[in-house]
């Protein structure tokens, strides 16, 4: 039995890498007779850009840039296709995970860091740039980016807005005059792990602030300064950051380089499993593993695992998906793509606890279904 093991991120857990290895470990454990291939993989979220590295070669570059509070740091991008394109992941410079909990403060944070990867990238002389966007610790609508790409932010008095986002509100032009023109003749594609929009209920002051640390009322101050944001370049490029698909995805960073840089807006998962020719690895299989820390609605809006269960559903190959929590009632929409659903806790337990036992737990629970397949060898 070929058995592709192709796993998303277990967040806050294990990345898709290890928990790809643990399954396989389980399968191996087990009395089943398999080959099993780990293919981890990304939707856009934080460490979709390393795999996509991996899986092309790339090579990595080292580069000194600013925190989300303007710290000075090293982070990594990857340079693949003999140099032509760079993978930057946003999480790099930008990231949550860059930050203790007690300094999360999206009223401060700041993408200009991920600009000046970006900038960097463009003085290695690539004529394509791809971003993974999630795990960003940023509600600033990618106006940091476009900063260090030399976009200013301007007042009425015509005086350059310093504090970045929460100055927003007194937003009343930006100035593209002092944009790297390079940038404008670069491809830019954005992996969005999220099709929500920027603004809204849904949207990513609202939906996602809080996640970053934003209070109540910062929530609030967020939203209004994501809609002046989208005003003025509304009505300064007729391109609007409101009504963009994908548009909430890091803060509102993908809807601001949507209108300015006129960047291309995908599906993460769909753009990663083309680029890392996941379907020639699909094709040798007969049995597909997939999962990530839940499996339920929010999946089969375009995480990971749907993207992977689409695939080989296409292919008429059978499904199982293992995560940490499943869905207690039936759900014909998800059935539809996962022939089985396992949730792999074995006891009641705390959310931390349950977090520091993912590995152990894909094991098992890996070896016990390899036990039940090999019963039908």
Avoid: W
Wanted: glycine share 12%; with cysteine.
């Amino acid at each position: 039995m070929k058995i592709l093991i192709a796993p998303n991120a277990f967040k806050n857990s294990l990345t898709a890498e290890d928990a790809a290895f643990a399954i396989s470990e389980g399968l191996t454990q087990s009395h089943l007779d398999c080959d099993c291939e780990c293919f981890p993989v990304g939707d856009g979220g934080d460490g979709t850009a390393a795999l996509i590295i991996e899986k092309n070669g790339g090579q990595l570059v080292i580069t000194a840039v600013q925190d989300s509070f303007g710290r000075k740091m090293n982070a990594s991008f990857g340079l693949i296709d003999g140099g032509k394109t760079a993978v930057i992941e946003m999480s790099n410079a930008s990231g949550l995970r860059l930050l203790q909990p007690e300094e999360y403060n999206p009223m401060k944070a700041t993408s200009f860091g991920t600009g000046e990867q970006i900038k960097m990238a463009l003085d290695k002389g690539v004529t394509k740039i791809i971003i993974g966007m999630g795990g960003s610790a940023t509600v600033d609508g990618g106006t940091g980016i476009l900063k260090a790409l030399g976009i200013r932010f301007l007042n009425s008095d015509n005086l350059e807005l310093l504090n970045l986002p929460s100055d927003l509100s007194e937003l009343d032009s930006v100035d593209f005059s002092g944009v790297d023109s390079r940038i404008m003749k670069t491809e830019l594609i954005v992996l969005c792990d999220v099709n929500n929009l920027l603004l809204g209920v849904d949207g990513a002051a609202t939906m996602f602030g809080p996640q970053k640390g934003a209070s109540e009322n910062q929530v609030y101050q967020l939203e209004a300064a994501l809609t002046k944001l989208s005003e003025v370049v509304l009505r300064q490029t007729g391109r609007d950051m409101a009504s963009i698909k994908y548009g909430g995805t890091a803060g509102g960073a993908s809807a601001g380089l949507y209108a300015v840089l006129h960047a291309k807006l995908v599906q993460g998962i769909e753009y990663f499993l083309d680029i890392t020719s996941f379907d020639k690895s699909l094709e040798k299989a007969n049995i597909v593993i997939t999962g990530e820390g839940s499996i339920d609605e929010q999946t089969v809006k375009g995480k990971g695992p749907f993207g992977v269960a689409l695939r080989a559903k296409g292919k008429g190959i059978p499904v199982i998906g293992l995560a940490g929590k499943v869905p207690l009632e039936s759900n014909s929409n998800i059935q539809k793509y996962f022939d089985v659903l396992i949730a792999i806790g074995h006891q009641p337990e705390s959310l931390s606890s349950s977090l520091g036992a993912t590995k152990q737990n894909l094991i098992r629970t890996a070896r016990e279904l390899g036990n039940l397949l090999a019963m039908q060898q």
